[in-house]
Structures are given as C-alpha cells and as structure tokens.
C-alpha cells in the first residue's frame, strides 16, 4: 500500500499550475540539467489541452497508474507527443521536430515529470539562466518539453566562389542517441556512419543554394529521418577579364605611336584614334614577350571572341607541350577588355605563324618565366 502525506488540489490549482491554455516550452537540456530554450521552433509549439484522457496529460499521484482523477500536492504527470495538438505550421508536433533537426529523446515515448506543487508558490525561482525560469510567464504555460537537438546550424552561410564545400562548416550533428544535448559534435567520418547525408554546393554557380542534411534516428521504436535545410550563399567571382597564359618579361620598356612607354613605363593616355595600340595598364605584357597557355584557348580574329572567328584551337598540355606565342600588339574588346594580338611561334605544328587576338587577358599574378626560373607577371 503506497501512502503519503498531500494536499487536495482544485482543477483550478492544477489548471494554473499546468498553464493550460498557453504554449509548451520547448527545451534542450544538458547533462547537468540545465534547460535551454529551442527559441527557433518555440512559436511552432501548440498549446497545453485540459488534463485527463484523451488529451496528452494524466496524472498519477502514488506511481500506480496515470489515470487519476482526483489531483494531489507531489503529483507526477505524463505527458503524450502523440496525443498533443498539432504544431503551428499543421504538423504533428514529432513531424514538426523532425523537419527542424530535434527528436524526442532516445528510446522515450513519454515524459514523465514530477512535480513539487506548492500552493502557497506555485511557481518556485529557479536559476535565471535557466530556461525553466519561463515557465508560466507570458505565454508559456507550466510544462517543459525537452527534445535533442540532432542537426544545428552554425552561424556560416556563405562561400567563396570556387572554394571546397564542407558541410560541417555549416551544421553541427549531434549525437542522437543521448538522452540529453551533447557538448561534442560528432566528426564527419563518424556521421556519415551514422547514415548523415547532405546534398553539396557547386561553389561555380554564385547565388543562394538550399542545402538539405539529414540524419535517421530511432525515435518512439521506428527509424525517423531528422532533417534541417539552410541556405548558402555562393559570392560571386573575383573581376577577371579571363582567359589563361603565362608571359615572360625580359624587356624593360616598349613605346607605341603616342610616345607613352607600354609595360612597367606606365599607361597610354593618348587618345586611340591617334596610337596603334590602345592604353595599355604598366603590368601588361610587352610587344615582342614570349606567352605560353596554361590552359585551352583559342585564337580569334578579332578582340569579341565570336565562336565563329575562331582561327586556331589550343588544348590543355603539359608545360613541356604547351603552345607558345609571341605578343605583337593589344586590342580592346567591346566590353572594355584588353586583349592580346599574339602570333603562333609553334614550329613543326599546323597553326605555326597564325597571328590573331588570344585568351590571354591581362590579369597580373606572379609565376615563372619560359626560359629561365624568376619572378615575373603571369598573364591568366
């Protein structure tokens, strides 16, 4: 025979204490049972229903059962995911949780909470640090919910252009097997063995790019998947002309018709109606430079690249293969872009001695000469 020592209370004492009527707080919780807000998924919650079957709270005063009736002071009560009403947005509120990266706890299918009513304080201080300290005020009502956080998005949501995705710089899996939130996250290695996946971001198309990483779990006896999409931002390209080459740079000045000096002399601000070649920045690569591709291009007739004044096709090869040419002048695109009027010096291949305007656009980086290992420009 259980018996202990209580005060009867009213359906209004328990009402109160409940909050029926008002939002579940939704919670973490650590392995010191400190509480933390799900503040992300707290407006999803749905409202505390009136106690007793079948709605999702019953109570049991001597742990012989959850059906009572009558309501004692040192009460427990259970609480029913299941038999809750449905989230905010339409969902259950398990289907809700899932979408959002959280799960009831592992290998738990209800909440059994205690409690230490007290009439005379029926909402007892607790640390202000701790979630818990919400209850019952506005409109949170009296009951916690404590799920686990399994997929949590870091604050990262933009990558370079080009550079190398890595999911677990923009979300952190947690270990869905423990019963509270873990401070370790777990690695990529050991996620994915766990059944992690994700789609991956072409950092080659900028713009935005929904990623979505999922994880299954097992939640209430069945396998679940626990998803939580994000959004990447891809940053646009660098300002490049394009193209790709390398250039030596063995002569100190070059002139072109206006007198200005082309290559490290400075830029020429004569007006191009009157000059041969046009302004050219003092980086460029100077008439008579050597210039090798380092990647496919193709020669042209003139400084638009149209496909169909293509002259000469140049693949990809290694250094020891690679088409070389020699710079006979400038043009500029339509755009503005300054080109380069080079000429084939590829003895014993079919487009040796082809002159037209190159890919290879004056973009400064630093590499190393064709005839002899110094710093110099490159040209890409």
Same mark, same amino acid.
């Given at each position: ?31 010191? &049972? ?40 040192? &009460? ?56 818990? *300290? ?49 401070? +370790? ?54 300002? +490049? ?6 250039? +030596? ?14 290559? *490290? ?13 046009? !302004?050219?920045?003092?980086?460029? !690569? ?13 020669? &042209? ?80």
């Amino acid at each position: 025979m259980n018996v202990r020592f209580a005060k009867q209370l009213t359906q209004n004492d328990i009402n109160n204490k409940l909050g029926v009527g008002k939002q579940y707080l939704i919670t973490t919780r650590n392995n010191k &049972y400190k509480y933390t807000q799900a503040s992300d998924i707290q407006s999803l919650m749905p409202n505390i229903n009136p106690i007793g079957n079948p709605n999702e709270i019953t109570i049991d005063n001597l742990g012989t059962g959850e059906n009572d009736t009558t309501y004692y002071s040192g &009460y427990h009560f259970y609480l029913d995911p299941t038999k809750m009403s449905n989230a905010t947005n339409g969902q259950s509120v398990l289907e809700m949780l899932n979408n959002n990266g959280y799960m009831m706890p592992y290998q738990l299918d209800k909440f059994r909470w205690g409690s230490s009513y007290n009439p005379n304080n029926p909402n007892p201080v607790v640390d202000p640090d701790d979630a818990l *300290n919400k209850l019952n005020k506005g409109n949170i009502g009296g009951v916690v919910f404590q799920a686990v956080k399994v997929l949590d998005p870091t604050n990262l949501n933009t990558i370079d252009y080009g550079a190398k995705f890595n999911p677990m710089d923009y979300i952190k899996v947690n270990d869905p097997t423990a019963w509270y939130q873990t401070d +370790t996250p777990m690695t990529l290695a050991d996620a994915v063995k766990a059944g992690f996946t994700y789609n991956s971001v072409d950092t080659k198309v900028p713009g935005q790019h929904k990623v979505t990483f999922t994880m299954p779990v097992i939640q209430e006896g069945k396998t679940v998947n626990v998803t939580r999409t994000i959004t990447i931002n891809v940053k646009s390209p660098a300002p +490049t002309p394009g193209g790709g080459g390398s250039i +030596t740079n063995n002569s100190t000045t070059n002139t072109n018709t206006s007198g200005n000096q082309v290559g *490290n002399g400075g830029f020429d601000r004569t007006d191009s109606t009157t000059t041969q070649n046009p !302004a050219v920045p003092n980086y460029a !690569a100077k008439e008579g430079a050597a210039v090798y591709a380092t990647k496919g291009i193709y020669l &042209y007739k003139n400084a638009n690249f149209k496909k169909s004044q293509r002259v000469a096709k140049y693949t990809k090869a290694k250094r020891v293969n690679r088409p070389m040419f020699v710079v006979t002048g400038y043009k500029r695109a339509a755009n503005g872009a300054l080109r380069y009027k080079v000429r084939d010096v590829n003895h014993g291949t079919k487009n040796v001695g082809k002159t037209g305007t190159s890919q290879l656009t004056v973009n400064l980086l630093f590499g190393y000469t064709i005839h002899q290992c110094q710093r110099t420009r490159r040209l890409l």
